[in-house]
DNA sequence: ATTATCTATAGATCTATAGATAATGC
DNA sequence: ATTATCTATAGATCTATAGATAATGC
C-alpha cells in the first residue's frame, strides 16, 4: 500500500491541521486553498499534489476529526443507561474547551444542509451513526432495568444530539450568555428523572 | 421620508424575495448577487442601486423574514405555561412546510458562529430576543400555578430553542428520517409533565 | 430633481492543470 | 521510478464603482 514518502506524510497531516483551522473560521465556501497553503508554507499547486480538490481536502477534513472523536465519544459496549447519559454530559464538558473544532462541526453542518454541499453526505452518515450509538445505549439501560421499559429510544437520541447541536450554535454566537454544559447538564438530569423506571 | 418611487418599491420586494433563495440556497459567503440579479431581470448594478452592499442585502433579508416571522412566534402578553408550549410545537409544524425559509435560518445561523460574519449580530440579538420571549411566557405560566413555581425559565428556553435548532438541521439533512415535529411534541410533552405543578 | 437603470471596467480573488525541477528511497 | 515541489497560467468568478441615459413624479 502505497503511502508517501514520510516528509509528504508529515505534509499531510500539517496540512489537515491548517484546513480545519480554515474551513472552521470560513466554512467550505468561503475558505481559500491559498491561504490554507500559506499557512504550511507551501504553494497552493504544492498543495494540490496532496489532496487533488478542495472537496477531497474537506471530506479529508471531516473523516480526520470524526476518528479521533470516535474514541472519545464511543459508548462502548459496556456503557449504557444513566453512565451513557452522564458520558454525553462529559463530551459538552470537554467540547466547550475546544471551540475551535465545535465550531468547524457547526459551520459545516450548517453547510452541508445545502444538497450538494461536499459536506451533506457525511453530515447524513453521522447524524445516522450518533443516533445508533446512543439509541442502543439507552436501550441497553432498559434492559438493565435501570431505565424505564417502554422508552423510544430513537426519539430520546434525536433530542439529545439536537439539543448538544442547538446549544453549541447559541454558545458559539453569545458565549457569556450561555454555560452550554451547565444547561445540557439540567436536560440530563430531567430525563433521568423522567425514564427513571416506576418504582416496584 | 424618502421612499422612493413605487417601481422601485415592488423591484426591492422581487430582490428581497430572489435574495432570500440564493442565500438559504448557498449560504452569505457561497451568495452571488449576479445571480440575485438575474432572478428578479436586473443587472447587477442595478441590484446594488437598491442595496448598497451584499452585506446589507443580507441584513435586509434577515430583517425582512424576522418581521414576518414575529407576527406568528409573537407568543402575545397572554399567552403563558402549557399554551405556549403547545404554540411552539405548532411553529415546528408550520416550519416542516416552509423548508425553504427553515434552511435560510439554518444556513445563516451555521456561518454566522465565526465573529466578522454579517449575520453574527443578527444571531445574537435574535437568541437574546427569542429566550427572553419563551422564558416571559413559562413565567407567567408559573405564576398562574399552571406551571411548578421554582422553574429556571432562562434554561428552558434556552433548551427549547436549542431543540428546535437541532432538530431542524437533522431534518434538513434528512428528511426521511426525522420526523421534526413528532420529536419535539414528544419533547413538550415530557416537559409539560416535568413542569406540572405537585398536587396539591 | 430624483430615482432607476444600463454598460464597462477595475481589481481581487479563486480552483485546477501543465510542465519543469529537485529530492527520496527501493 | 516515484514523490514532492515550484512557477506560470487558463478561465471563471466576484463585488463595487464610474459615468451615461431614461423614466418618474413633485
Given amino acids: ?12 497531516e500539517r496540512i489537515l491541521a ?9 466554512g467550505y465556501r468561503g475558505a481559500s486553498l491559498a491561504r490554507i497553503a500559506e499557512r504550511v508554507e507551501l504553494s497552493q499547486a504544492g498543495l494540490l499534489h496532496h489532496f487533488t480538490s478542495k472537496e477531497r481536502l474537506l471530506v479529508a477534513v471531516l473523516d480526520y476529526r470524526d476518528e479521533q472523536d470516535m474514541r ?4 462502548g459496549e459496556t456503557t449504557g443507561g444513566v453512565a451513557a447519559l452522564r458520558a454525553l454530559v462529559d463530551v459538552v464538558e ?3 474547551r475546544v471551540p475551535g473544532l465545535v465550531q468547524l462541526f457547526s459551520v459545516i453542518s450548517g453547510e452541508a444542509v ?23 445505549a439507552l436501550r441497553r439501560g432498559a434492559e438493565r432495568g435501570e431505565l424505564r421499559a417502554g422508552l423510544d429510544a430513537e426519539a430520546h437520541a434525536d433530542r439529545l444530539i439536537a439539543m448538544m447541536d442547538g446549544l453549541q450554535t447559541q454558545w458559539l ?28
Fill in 173 to 200: 454566537i453569545d458565549p457569556e450568555r450561555v454555560d452550554m454544559a451547565a444547561v445540557f447538564r439540567g436536560y440530563v438530569d430531567d430525563l433521568v428523572a423522567l425514564l427513571r423506571p416506576p418504582a416496584s
Fill in 114 to 136: 445545502t444538497p450538494g454541499h461536499p459536506g451533506h453526505e457525511w453530515a447524513r452518515r453521522r447524524y445516522r451513526r450518533l443516533r445508533a450509538q446512543v439509541a442502543a
Fill in 94 to 96: 470537554h467540547n466547550a
Fill in 18 to 26: 491548517a484546513a480545519l483551522l480554515e474551513f472552521a473560521e470560513n
Fill in 1 to 12: 500500500m502505497r503511502r508517501g514518502y514520510a516528509t509528504g506524510q508529515a505534509r499531510r
Fill in 72 to 75: 472519545r465519544f464511543d459508548l
